[in-house]
């Protein structure tokens, strides 16, 4: 009894040594651009793998000009739900967490900042990109307000400043965060490396009141990326994207109306079109501008059925130019398409447009050359002599066809078909 005690003892004295010598874990994570359902499913992911690794600490590194608020939400939902401690950190040094990124490092275990950054400005907008009245405005202002306070006492963070970035759009550098009384961020570091050794033996207080130390000493840093559909589509995502995407869905959709059996055209531009939908369900939309872009095709395409000197061209070039600026309704210059790309691309699209559709209206108005009416006026050469009312034969169109005519006609004389009846042919010296 007592050697299997002792046994117990020297296993149990073994795990516990093996335990405390196993290099610790820290999971790392970039999410850069805008928060939206895939950036959500990549950082929940990236939470539940370090979970599962009982990784010692995961820290994100994000820069972010703003989101989705649900998809936030869910972000944080499962910072606050994590095993792992979670560090937020902003950087590297010029770029920003604004909007729901400063929500997101409200949320965080640790929130640190780099030198020559800044986090703030989370007043609310509406995802559609639609003007809200003064009424909602302030309902959605004070939901969010109440959301980011609730964060910012759970992790001890300054209340008072947490809320003026809400309600009154405000930003804070790294070191009026960090120098606030209670501060919002907890550390500043240059880079990923220097943050974990400031957070090498420090303890951090989880959101259920426990105490967790971090031992960070040689930990294994490994690094979390987003899968291949996720890059993908977390790329649609994108305002410029997002908009090629939809010129040339259109584009595509409305070269198959006019020459029916292309295919390709309409399988492509349907394709362009659902991810346009995708990304355009994430961004904060205009519909007028959208409703533009859609009416500068028509314009375009009218151009070429109506006799307007030009006037139908210049208004479907307009309608796509300025459809294309209020597409995007926000005031951050990344959500913004620039002039640089609306030009060329309308331009070129518009060029493009008006010589395929010019192309089908002059194939309609081409004479048919194919059945009996592409037989009639055709001209050809007799084969044998044809007398008044009886039979003989010519050659026409490359093929050997019975004729008839009402006058005498030569072998070798020229004939021109003046009428098909079944399989035989009337015909005309000449």
């Not at 009245?133 to 980011?148: L, N, R």
């Not at 395929?356 to 081409?366: D, E, F, K, S, Y």
Request: with cysteine; glycine share 10%.
């Amino acid at each position: 009894m007592k050697t299997l005690l002792a046994l117990g003892i020297v296993a149990a004295a073994t795990l516990g040594a093996a335990a405390a010598d196993r290099t610790p874990i820290v999971r790392t994570a970039t999410v850069d651009g805008i928060i939206h359902p895939v950036a959500s499913e990549f950082m929940q992911s990236a939470i539940a793998r370090a979970d599962a690794e009982g990784a010692a600490l995961i820290v994100f590194t994000l820069h972010t000009p703003g989101g989705l608020l649900d998809s936030t939400r869910d972000i944080n939902n499962a910072i606050l739900a994590a095993k792992t401690p979670v560090a937020v950190f902003v950087g590297p040094a010029g770029y920003r967490a604004a909007s729901a990124g400063f929500l997101i490092t409200m949320a965080a275990d640790i929130a640190a900042m780099a030198p020559g950054t800044h986090i703030g400005a989370a007043h609310p907008v509406a995802g559609d990109g639609q003007k809200v009245d003064e009424t909602m405005a302030k309902k959605m202002a004070s939901d969010t307000a109440a959301y980011a306070r609730t964060l910012a006492a759970q992790r001890g963070r300054n209340v008072t400043l947490v809320e003026q970035a809400v309600t009154e759009s405000r930003s804070f550098t790294e070191q009026e965060a960090a120098g606030a009384t209670p501060p919002l961020v907890d550390v500043i570091a240059t880079d990923v490396p220097d943050l974990l050794k400031k957070l090498d033996g420090r303890t951090v207080k989880r959101l259920n009141g426990a105490a967790t130390t971090l031992t960070l000493t040689n930990a294994e840093v490994r690094p979390t990326e987003m899968t291949f559909a996720q890059q993908v589509l977390s790329a649609i995502a994108h305002p410029q994207i997002a908009y090629l995407l939809l010129t040339l869905g259109t584009l595509g959709l409305t070269i198959e109306l006019w020459s029916p059996g292309a295919v390709v055209p309409g399988v492509a531009g349907g394709i362009c079109l659902l991810l346009a939908f995708f990304a355009l369900q994430v961004l904060p939309v205009n519909y007028a501008g959208l409703l533009l872009i859609i009416l500068g095709f028509i314009l375009l395409v009218l151009e070429v059925k109506v006799t307007s000197h030009g006037v139908l061209a210049v208004g479907g070039i307009a309608g796509l130019i300025f459809g294309s600026l209020m597409l995007i309704d926000s005031p951050l210059p990344e959500m913004q398409i620039g002039l640089r790309l609306i030009l060329p691309v309308t331009l070129t699209l518009a060029a493009i447009l008006l010589f395929l559709v010019t192309i089908g209206v002059r194939a309609q108005a081409q004479p048919a050359t194919t059945g009996e009416s592409g037989m009639l006026h055709a001209s050809g050469r007799a084969l044998t002599p044809i007398a008044p009312g009886e039979v003989g034969r010519v050659a026409t169109h490359g093929e050997i066809w019975m004729a008839t005519a009402s006058e005498s006609i030569g072998e070798g004389d020229l004939v021109t078909v003046t009428g098909v009846r079944g399989l035989t042919l009337t015909v005309r010296r000449g």
